[in-house]
């Protein structure tokens, strides 16, 4: 089971830092994923990190103002956005995978958490 939180309204400009816990079976989890939908859109990887390395992806549109960051202890992972912009509005998803190697396609991945609404206004 994955749980999110974190999301809110916000300014152009501004941060927002979402968590996403795991619970159950977390020890078959080897990537964490966060993905974003926006209404009338696909949903789209914003940024995975892989388990054993800590290996990361970043969508392009997000490098250099997002960060993903995982807890293991806690089963935590993290998504720091700054700068945020209005285009970065969208239901933000945790997921996970229980297979190596960071994927990017929603369907690689086995578990979801509920979604948190993230708006930036201009």
């Known amino acids: 089971q994955l749980q999110a939180s974190g999301g809110g309204l916000v300014q152009a400009g501004d941060s927002l830092r979402l968590s996403c816990a795991a619970s159950?079976?977390?020890?078959?989890?080897?990537?964490m994923g966060w993905f974003r939908q926006a209404p009338g859109k696909e949903r789209e990887s914003v940024a995975a990190i892989s388990r054993g390395d800590s290996s990361t992806y970043y969508a392009q549109s997000v490098k250099g103002r997002f960060t993903i960051s995982r807890d293991n202890a806690k089963n935590t992972v993290y998504l720091q956005m700054n700068s945020l912009e209005p285009e970065d509005t969208a239901v933000y998803f945790c997921a996970a995978r229980t297979n190596w190697g960071i994927r990017i396609r929603p369907y690689d991945y086995d578990f979801w958490g509920q979604g948190t609404q993230v708006t930036v206004s201009s």
């Open positions: 159950g079976r977390t020890v078959s989890i080897y990537v």
